[in-house]
C-alpha cells in the first residue's frame, strides 16, 4: 500500500481518482489547490502524487517544482491540454508522466502500480563511477562525497547507464524501459533528462557520452 496525493482541483474527478486508487490497496489525500498539496507534503508522507496543472493559487507546474526540491517521489501530471510543449515543461519540473483528459483511471492506477514499482527496487550494493556513487536502497547519489537532488526519471536513466557501463542505449530503448511502452512523448525527453543530469552531476557528466545517431552510454576512462 502506498500514500498517494491527488492535487485536483475539480472535486468530482478528484473522487474518482481517489476511488480507483483505494480500489487498488492504496491510500489517499486529497488537496483541491497547489497551496494545500504543498502543506499536506510539509506535513505528511507522500508515496507518489498525482497533480492536475490548472488550478488556483498555485499551479501544477510550480507544484512539481518544489516538491522536487525535496522528494525524488513519482509526480504524474494531469492536464487538459496535450500540447508537447506543455508536456516537456512538466518533464522539466520534475514529472515522471504525464496524462491528458480525459482519461482511463484503470490506465492511470496502471501507471501509478508501475511507478510504485520502479521507485521499491533497489539492489542491495551501491554503484560506483569515477566520483559518481549511487545507493539503489536509499535511491540517493552522492557526488564526491556530497548528495545531490535527481528527479526520479533522472535517477532512473543514470541508474541504467551505470548498471550497463559501455553498452550504447538509443533514445527509443530509453524511452521504452524508463518512460514506459505507452509513452506519447517524442526522444527529446530523453535529451531534456540528459542535459539537466549533466548539469547536476558537474565535471562528471562527462560520463554520459553522446554517440550520434545512436543514443547514449556511460563510460569511465581507465
Not at 556530497?146 to 551505470?162: D, F, P, Q, R, V
Request: proline residues 3%.
Amino acid at each position: 500500500m502506498a500514500n498517494i496525493l491527488i492535487v485536483e482541483d475539480e472535486a468530482a474527478m478528484g473522487e474518482i481518482i481517489a476511488d480507483y486508487m483505494r480500489n487498488g490497496g492504496h491510500a489517499c489525500r486529497s488537496a483541491g489547490d497547489g497551496v494545500e498539496a504543498m502543506d499536506i507534503l510539509r506535513s505528511a508522507p507522500v508515496d507518489l502524487m498525482i497533480l492536475d496543472v490548472m488550478m488556483p493559487h498555485l499551479d501544477g507546474f510550480s507544484v512539481c517544482k518544489m516538491a522536487r526540491e525535496a522528494s525524488n517521489m513519482p509526480i504524474i501530471m494531469l492536464t487538459a491540454r496535450g500540447e508537447e510543449d506543455d508536456k516537456l515543461r512538466g518533464y522539466g519540473c520534475g514529472a515522471d508522466d504525464y496524462m491528458t483528459k480525459p482519461f482511463s483511471p484503470r490506465v492511470l492506477l496502471a501507471k501509478v502500480n508501475a511507478l510504485l514499482r520502479r521507485s521499491a527496487a533497489a539492489d542491495v550494493e551501491s554503484v560506483s563511477a569515477g566520483e559518481i556513487l549511487l545507493q539503489p536502497r536509499s535511491r540517493r547519489v552522492c557526488l564526491r562525497g556530497g548528495e545531490i537532488a535527481l528527479t526520479h526519471k533522472e535517477y532512473e536513466l543514470l541508474a541504467l547507464l551505470m548498471a550497463h557501463p559501455g553498452q550504447v542505449f538509443s533514445r527509443e530503448q530509453l524511452l521504452s524501459r524508463i518512460w514506459g511502452y505507452d509513452f506519447e512523448g517524442t526522444t527529446r525527453t530523453v535529451d531534456t533528462h540528459v542535459k539537466t543530469l549533466r548539469q547536476k552531476l558537474g565535471d562528471e557528466g562527462r560520463h554520459i557520452v553522446t554517440l550520434i545517431r545512436s543514443g547514449y552510454k556511460f563510460e569511465v576512462a581507465e
